[in-house]
């Protein structure tokens, strides 16, 4: 599977934006995450969806804020972003994993990463 995230931009603290990941090729996987990465800091998890059946997962840093959802027949994974605040400025990356359940929050059990896109909230 090959995975391209887009969406990102400035927006001010409190605002709302909406990431998009378009998949390609044969998608076999199990789990499609959202991860972010802001500058200094390692990589971390933020949101995933079960490709097939729909169940979600969030950090708690972001739970009650963003909303991940998929449509199947587009190939697509989005983000919802709702009261975002300067901590969520950072790079973010869909990619996929087909490990079990509790590897969704694990960034190195992700592979076929995709470019990031910026997502900079203004305080």
């Known amino acids: 599977v090959q995975l391209q995230a887009s969406g990102g931009g400035l927006v001010q603290a409190g605002g709302s934006l909406r990431l998009s990941c378009e998949a390609s090729?044969?998608?076999?996987?199990?789990?499609i995450g959202w991860l972010r990465q802001a500058p200094g800091k390692e990589r971390e998890f933020v949101a995933a969806i079960r490709w097939f059946g729909g169940a979600t997962y969030y950090a708690d840093s972001v739970k009650g804020r963003f909303t991940v959802s998929k449509d199947n027949a587009k190939k697509m994974v989005y983000l919802e972003m709702n009261g975002l605040k300067a901590e969520d400025t950072a790079v973010y990356y869909c990619a996929a994993t087909n490990g079990i359940t509790s590897s969704v929050y694990a960034p190195t059990m992700y592979h076929s990463w995709g470019q990031g896109t910026q997502v900079t909230v203004s305080s």
């Open positions: 090729g044969s998608i076999s996987v199990t789990f």
